[in-house]
């Protein structure tokens, strides 16, 4: 970190995608960097990408931007399917000192409109499948046909010359108001992730790195794409049609050695995988942020695949900065700790700078001089100075460290519950709740239920064949849980309404309300 730290503070000359390429193009140029999978019954990779490729390809798309005559610092929206064209263009973006802007595919055109509105994006590279959909006219649409065509035909430019604090991508994530909030990061934000390669990973050069998710989806785009590329490893990607029970022959199949994805899917794969042992080939260990696990799915994966997951907690702002990993054990109840080289500290709720003692619940905080922090929030100040506390960020995570250094994430203060006077987390009530027989899975909200009064309320989807009860899962909470954090009203459900990340929308747990079955 002492060298990543002395290149922030000097600012000098960085490039994101010169980190990630160069160095492997030259060193290692016919080893694969990228396998795209797209068809399961044979594991045959559709596309393989290695270093010099993947660079010549990127360094292309660069050459191309910059013949167009977009400078640096101009902001590229990214609006492209499930295809290796992604991260190609986000890297190419990055090279030539563009601000490149990650999106899904699958927003509406009211709210792709907003993205492109508020970051004031002077081009869009657009998929064919969106062609139909309205762009301004004075933004350039670049399609996903042209692009191709770039990556292979392009002029080869070079790394644009940026330096560790300019802005590398700008990415929207929800915020505190009805509309989603720009966050800009710097060029040194990959120098800022090395923490994670000893502290969450223990990532190797040798590793085949296999991610659940999307081109688009950050978590992608970072955990299974930027990061092993930092460190020569293989990045794999799976593009076919996903099942939860296709997962461990896949994983078997391709070789790979890490896996990550969000805990829901560990929970499927588990649930839809045949009974018994579970054959996960070469995996070393699986990854798992982006929502928080029950408590047993740590137990239960190792029980039946011989491997260990470990855990992470971050942000859109910081990415993953808690965690464990093979060198780090887990702690039962914890989400791990603070990864070498950063400074965590819980600081209290309301006003203070500084750090609580052991034991006590406060805003969980990161230094500001990570360099993994982002720059800014686009064109927000009011929401800077929110996140600001003396040289601290604080980004609204709940938690609670105890005297190992372990934290405990309590959910976000946004999230926190208001009942009878009391404040609650419903992510601790969520994993009792999720130990109870018959429970499939639980999400806990604030539901109002006069204009002055709110309780507790647990949503509540029943395991297969399982005819659990309000009143059995009462009595379940009652003799584990302190009356004030009990449910009052417990409502079954079919389905919880989720972001297109697969994370559960807690404002609109009433929308997918049922009546709730008597037996």
């Not at 029980?303 to 859109?316: C, D, I, K, P, V």
């Amino acid at each position: 970190m002492t060298s990543a730290l002395n290149i922030v503070a000097s600012n000098a000359p960085f490039n994101l995608a010169r980190h990630c390429l160069q160095a492997h193009a030259n060193a290692t140029p016919d080893k694969p960097a990228l396998e795209v999978f797209a068809n399961l019954s044979d594991a045959v990779p559709s596309e393989v990408w290695t270093y010099a490729s993947l660079e010549d390809a990127v360094l292309r798309v660069a050459g191309g931007l910059s013949a167009l005559g977009f400078e640096p610092g101009t902001r590229l929206l990214i609006r492209l399917d499930n295809t290796s064209s992604y991260p190609i263009v986000y890297l190419g973006a990055m090279a030539a000192g563009l601000i490149a802007i990650p999106t899904s595919s699958q927003l509406t055109p009211s709210e792709s409109g907003f993205l492109q509105s508020d970051s004031g994006a002077e081009v869009v590279a657009l998929s064919q499948s969106l062609a139909d959909q309205e762009v301004p006219s004075s933004v350039r649409v670049l399609s996903e046909s042209e692009l191709r065509q770039m990556m292979r035909d392009g002029p080869r430019g070079a790394y644009a010359a940026t330096r560790a604090n300019d802005p590398a991508y700008l990415v929207y994530t929800s915020g505190t108001t009805a509309r989603p909030k720009g966050v800009v990061h710097a060029h040194r934000v990959v120098l800022g992730r090395q923490p994670m390669y000893h502290g969450w990973y223990a990532i190797t050069p040798n590793d085949r790195v296999l991610h659940a998710g999307a081109f688009n989806w950050t978590y992608t785009l970072g955990t299974g794409l930027i990061d092993p590329w930092s460190n020569g490893a293989t990045s794999l990607i799976y593009t076919g049609e996903k099942s939860p029970e296709l997962w461990p022959e896949l994983i078997r199949k391709i070789g790979a050695t890490l896996f990550a994805t969000v805990p829901s899917l560990f929970r499927q794969i588990l649930k839809y995988a045949t009974p018994g042992a579970i054959d996960v080939g070469r995996l070393r260990h699986g990854l798992i942020a982006g929502e928080r696990p029950p408590e047993d799915l740590f137990e239960t994966w190792y029980a039946r695949t011989g491997t260990h997951l470990h855990e992470a907690l971050g942000m859109s702002e910081i990415s993953t900065y808690i965690s464990t990993s093979p060198t780090i054990p887990r702690k039962p109840g914890t989400t791990g700790k603070a990864q070498a080289g950063r400074r965590v500290a819980i600081l209290p709720v309301e006003v203070g700078t500084d750090s609580l003692s052991p034991g006590q619940e406060g805003l969980i905080a990161v230094h500001r001089t990570d360099p993994g922090l982002m720059l800014s929030y686009w064109q927000r100040p009011e929401e800077d100075a929110e996140v600001t506390r003396g040289d601290w960020f604080i980004g609204g995570d709940i938690g609670v460290m105890d005297d190992d250094g372990y934290i405990t994430h309590l959910g976000r203060a946004n999230d926190v519950m208001k009942a009878l006077g009391y404040r609650i987390s419903p992510q601790e009530i969520e994993a009792v709740l999720a130990q109870c027989p018959g429970v499939g899975e639980v999400a806990c909200a604030e539901v109002q239920v006069r204009s002055d009064v709110s309780v507790v309320g647990a949503f509540v989807i029943r395991a297969p064949g399982s005819r659990v009860s309000a009143d059995n899962i009462a009595a379940f909470a009652a003799e584990r849980l302190a009356a004030y954090k009990c449910p009052r009203e417990i409502i079954f459900v079919d389905h919880f309404p989720r972001t297109a990340n697969g994370k559960i929308k807690r404002n609109a747990l009433m929308a997918a309300r049922e009546t709730t079955p008597t037996s």
